[in-house]
């Protein structure tokens, strides 16, 4: 059985969060599923492309993860996060402990030798992206 299941989502940043929703949303389709909030402040939103596949869209400079280039990471779906973090460790590579994300996903955290950061993510019960459309995931970083 294979450990990564599928891309679960890509991870960009905009500049103007409502000029991309309004492109994804009449030009593309695409409806958020769900926004983030730190506070009462919207920072970014979540964009459900069908068959468990997603891109993350937050505000540039709102997130903790600023980088100069528009994508911030790739999300990496896997059904046994346990698994794959004793896995990756075996290989001697540093991943970060599991964690429950603010979306109540289970996520760990590693980059690729170029440096690219990838989350792997295993989804939950209570995972926003199965959820109502129209949600608030309200973050604490």
Not at 19 to 45: C, Q, T
Not at 107 to 131: C, H, N, R
Request: charged share 25%.
């Amino acid at each position: 059985m294979p450990l990564v299941k599928q891309v679960a989502h890509t991870c960009i940043f905009a500049r103007d969060l409502d000029a991309v929703e309004a492109f994804y949303r009449d030009v593309i389709g695409i409806a958020p599923k769900f926004e983030f909030r730190r506070g009462e402040n919207r920072i970014g939103f979540y964009l459900d492309f069908g068959n468990r596949t997603f891109v993350e869209v937050f505000l540039k400079g709102e997130s903790r993860f600023e980088e100069t280039n528009q994508i911030n990471h790739i999300c990496l779906e896997t059904d046994d996060l346990d698994a794959f973090i004793a896995h990756v460790k075996s290989h001697n590579v540093a991943i970060t402990d599991k964690k429950r994300g603010a979306d109540n996903t289970w996520q760990a955290w590693m980059a690729d030798p170029s440096g690219v950061k990838l989350e792997i993510f295993q989804y939950t019960p209570e995972s926003m992206q199965f959820g109502p459309d129209g949600a608030v995931c309200q973050v604490d970083w």
